[in-house]
């Protein structure tokens, strides 16, 4: 079946410029998730949703980052005003269950260059 | 929290084994390894649980000390397939909110794996 698919899977964005990033999980998973994942890094947490509730978005950098889940199924992570520290791979990840006991699925990410 | 990984990078020739280690000074509920090849999705290997319940391949195998709060991912004749940045990412207890999604991963182990 088919996995997470995240698009663009690259992005170059101007300073300033407000950009949008899609991800697809697999379906009927309950759980979808963002990561930033900076080069040389591993993932690091941003935001949580499970259906179309976002519980958690504690790792969100700043008020420039938005996620939705509208009807929970399809998110997008929507960054506004883009600062170069915002270069990154973003990754999206779903899970069935959100619990000690699932794995997550990831997306192949979207890189993208803040210039 | 972010936990330790150790080494940073290893190289093995074909056939060679591999110890990859984590470690996180926070008392853990379980902890999860995942391996990413260059531009790729993280891809599942296991999950380690409190209480010793494990779920993963069968190729792969790995131990979690809950007192010293560690785990170890064993690699035995390796394959040129096992190359790839090795990260763990570790559930902590006493999360707030019940929070046992919240993945914080290290910052990864570089594995080459040489004809």
Same mark, same amino acid.
């Given at each position: 079946g088919a996995g997470v698919s995240q698009s663009p899977r690259y992005k170059v964005a101007k300073r300033g410029q407000d950009v949008a990033l899609r991800c697809d999980p697999i379906s009927g998973h309950v759980s979808l998730f963002w990561y930033q994942q900076a080069l040389g890094q591993g993932p690091e947490f941003l935001t949580y949703f499970q259906n179309e509730a976002q519980? %958690?978005?504690?790792?969100?950098?700043? %008020?420039?980052f938005f996620a939705e889940r509208p009807e929970g199924s399809v998110s997008t992570l929507k960054i506004q005003r883009t600062q170069q520290e915002d270069s990154a791979v973003y990754l999206c990840a779903s899970s069935t269950v959100a619990d000690l006991y699932n794995e997550q699925f990831f997306g192949p990410g979207t890189r993208l260059t803040v210039l | 929290q972010q936990p330790v990984q150790s080494p940073q990078a290893v190289i093995l020739r074909e056939g060679e084994d591999a110890v990859i280690n984590c470690s996180s000074s926070k008392a853990l509920y379980s902890v999860h390894w995942y391996r990413q090849k260059h531009g790729e999705a993280p891809v599942f290997l296991m999950i380690l649980l409190k209480g010793g319940e494990q779920k993963g391949h069968d190729k792969i195998s790995a131990s979690f000390n809950e007192k010293k709060q560690q785990s170890s991912l064993y690699l035995t004749a390796s394959q040129l397939s096992y190359s790839g940045t090795y990260f763990c990412g570790t559930l902590l207890r006493g999360g707030s909110g019940g929070s046992n999604y919240k993945l914080t991963f290290g910052k990864g182990t570089l594995l080459t794996v040489n004809p």
């Amino acid at each position: 079946g088919a996995g997470v698919s995240q698009s663009p899977r690259y992005k170059v964005a101007k300073r300033g410029q407000d950009v949008a990033l899609r991800c697809d999980p697999i379906s009927g998973h309950v759980s979808l998730f963002w990561y930033q994942q900076a080069l040389g890094q591993g993932p690091e947490f941003l935001t949580y949703f499970q259906n179309e509730a976002q519980l %958690d978005k504690s790792g969100l950098p700043s %008020d420039r980052f938005f996620a939705e889940r509208p009807e929970g199924s399809v998110s997008t992570l929507k960054i506004q005003r883009t600062q170069q520290e915002d270069s990154a791979v973003y990754l999206c990840a779903s899970s069935t269950v959100a619990d000690l006991y699932n794995e997550q699925f990831f997306g192949p990410g979207t890189r993208l260059t803040v210039l | 929290q972010q936990p330790v990984q150790s080494p940073q990078a290893v190289i093995l020739r074909e056939g060679e084994d591999a110890v990859i280690n984590c470690s996180s000074s926070k008392a853990l509920y379980s902890v999860h390894w995942y391996r990413q090849k260059h531009g790729e999705a993280p891809v599942f290997l296991m999950i380690l649980l409190k209480g010793g319940e494990q779920k993963g391949h069968d190729k792969i195998s790995a131990s979690f000390n809950e007192k010293k709060q560690q785990s170890s991912l064993y690699l035995t004749a390796s394959q040129l397939s096992y190359s790839g940045t090795y990260f763990c990412g570790t559930l902590l207890r006493g999360g707030s909110g019940g929070s046992n999604y919240k993945l914080t991963f290290g910052k990864g182990t570089l594995l080459t794996v040489n004809p």
